[in-house]
């Protein structure tokens, strides 16, 4: 059984990237910028967007970090994504999600320039990735393909089986594994709260891909022998060992499934790490367009 180590892959991926933007200032030209907004206190959110802010700092871009509050309307925080659309000095941007409930997601995804959108949801983004065209990939799929081409996981011709169908993961993941290309090529079915026969479908699977936010979920009776898979949950279960209270859980039985399989990754140190270093490479890619 080979461990798939995020954190290390993404550590690695990072000097890459601080190697490349001191290339690009040597030539003369300017530093990434990635801008972020935070709307309300959300500590899981609050988190994150930290780690891309530090994440900023190791690959030498430039990062502004805008916080609203969670009465912030709709229409304000609009405003705000209008003014960095048109800042020829931010490169690209996201807006944190979840969003308070009175915001419409959808609304304020759309109202981003797809040409700044580096966390790949923009409508746009999404048609271009779905027939294989220059886009900003969605960070966790894009990421999850990294790993799976860093460590030469073989998947053309394997059949790939994806739990969960959200559009940040479930989705996209299985559009870029049936595309042509390493890695890709595969035979993908995806799986969701209406499929029958989950178990048995689960087993037929060479790559597991498990997206569904339910800790612990795959268990070893639905992984094959020599399976390889990647634990994309990451869910806070409360923890009284733990000084923060809590502790992350993923979607797989780790204990009892890593055993069998191939590969598989774990959480946290898995995708976790490969999610926030895939929006350094859109930025990178962003940065290098503008530019």
């Known amino acids: 059984m080979i461990l798939i180590d995020g954190k290390k892959t993404a550590a690695d991926i990072k000097a890459e990237i601080a190697a490349e933007v001191e290339q690009m200032l040597a030539q003369g030209k300017r530093r990434p910028h990635l801008a972020a907004i935070l709307v309300g206190d959300d500590g899981a959110s609050q988190t994150y967007v930290n780690n891309k802010v530090k994440a900023c700092e190791v690959c030498g871009f430039q990062s502004t970090l805008i916080r609203l509050d969670a009465s912030t309307t709709q229409d304000e925080l609009l405003e705000h994504i209008q003014r960095l659309n048109n800042d020829p000095e931010v490169d690209g941007f996201i807006v944190q999600l979840p ?3 009175h915001i419409n997601e ?3 995804i759309e ?10 949801f ?8 779905s027939i294989g065209l220059p886009c900003f990939l969605p960070a966790t799929p894009a990421g999850i393909m990294e790993l799976l ?11 790939c089986v994806v739990l969960g169908r959200s559009n940040i993961v479930g989705k996209p993941m ?4 049936m595309q042509k290309g390493t890695p890709g090529d595969a035979t993908v079915t995806v ?10 479908i689960c087993r037929e699977a060479d790559l597991l891909i498990a997206a569904l936010g339910q800790p612990g979920f795959v268990t070893e009776d639905m992984v094959k022998e ?10 806070r279960v409360p923890d009284a060992t733990r000084k923060s209270g809590f502790r992350l859980s993923g979607d797989v039985d780790f204990e009892h499934v890593a055993p069998k399989c191939a590969f598989i990754s774990p959480v946290p140190g898995g995708v976790g790490p490969m999610t926030i270093v895939s929006l350094m490479l859109n930025t990178l890619r962003a940065g290098k367009l503008r530019n």
Do not use: F, W
């Open 99 to 101: 969003l308070p409930k």
């Open 106 to 108: 959808q609304a304020v």
């Open 111 to 120: 109202a981003i320039d797809p040409a700044k959108d580096v966390d790949g």
């Open 122 to 129: 923009h409508p746009v983004n999404v048609g271009r990735m």
């Open 149 to 159: 081409r860093r460590y030469n996981v073989p998947t053309r011709g394997k059949r």
């Open 174 to 177: 299985a559009m870029l594994m």
């Open 191 to 200: 799986c969701h709260s209406a499929t029958e026969n989950l178990k048995e």
């Open 226 to 235: 020599g399976a390889t898979v990647i634990d994309v949950g990451t869910t």
